[in-house]
């Protein structure tokens, strides 16, 4: 199957680095080191789950084995926003090829105020890239130019996002793509959890 065995060499490359002799000097990147604990704006908690597509032969296609449930971790400063999503593989089929079931991702998000919105300059584990919103916060477009190897099937992400914080529902779709040519997409769902409820959430991250 294209999808399985394209994804091997992905896999490969996002664990470069990862053995115990480099792990003290390693800093993940969009994670911001600090001797103190971080006093964020807003707290958010986003449980959610990934339901994955191949476009195949002009088509998309569903492939439930890559579907993955995850958990989102947004602590939201003034000036930017740092997350760490866990995220993991559950069905029985799933091979291994897009790395471990269950994987650890880290993104900061700097903030830059524009006319027509918000400019976003991104740090993470899956690359670097940029983006803009909405000054409430409430849709997102981001696109990252992908860390991986030069066998890798796409080399770009392109993420979406649209926050209802008065349901409490964040959706969000994930491109894969080569260039302008599509891939792979998932599209999540997820709900928000925590002492941010979707009320607090909402007069919190006001501008």
């Not at 300059?121 to 803009?132: I, M, P, R």
């Not at 349901?167 to 894969?176: F, I, K, N, P, Y």
Request: hydrophobic letters at 35%; a negative charge; one cysteine or more.
């Amino acid at each position: 199957m294209r999808y399985r065995n394209a994804l091997l060499p992905l896999a490969l490359t996002l664990s470069t680095g990862a053995c115990a002799h480099h792990a003290k000097h390693r800093v993940e990147p969009g994670l911001t080191l600090t001797a103190s604990a971080p006093s964020p704006r807003a707290t958010l908690v986003w449980v959610g789950k990934g339901k994955a597509e191949l476009f195949d032969e002009g088509a998309w296609r569903r492939v439930p084995e890559f579907d993955y449930e995850f958990v989102v971790e947004q602590q939201r400063f003034d000036d930017h926003w740092e997350s760490t999503k866990a995220l993991r593989r559950r069905h029985p089929n799933y091979d291994g090829s897009a790395g471990p079931r269950v994987q650890v991702m880290s993104f900061r998000i700097d903030i830059t105020k524009a006319t027509d919105g918000e400019r976003y300059d991104v740090q993470s584990t899956l690359g670097t890239g940029a983006g803009h919103g909405d000054s409430a916060h409430r849709r997102a477009v981001l696109q990252l130019d992908a860390d991986t190897g030069p066998f890798a099937p796409f080399d770009r992400y392109r993420i979406t996002q649209d926050y209802a914080y008065d349901a409490g529902r964040l959706t969000e779709l994930v491109e894969l793509n080569d260039g302008d040519e599509p891939w792979v997409r998932n599209w999540e769902e997820a709900k928000l959890f925590g002492d941010a409820g979707p009320a607090k959430a909402s007069s919190a991250l006001a501008p």
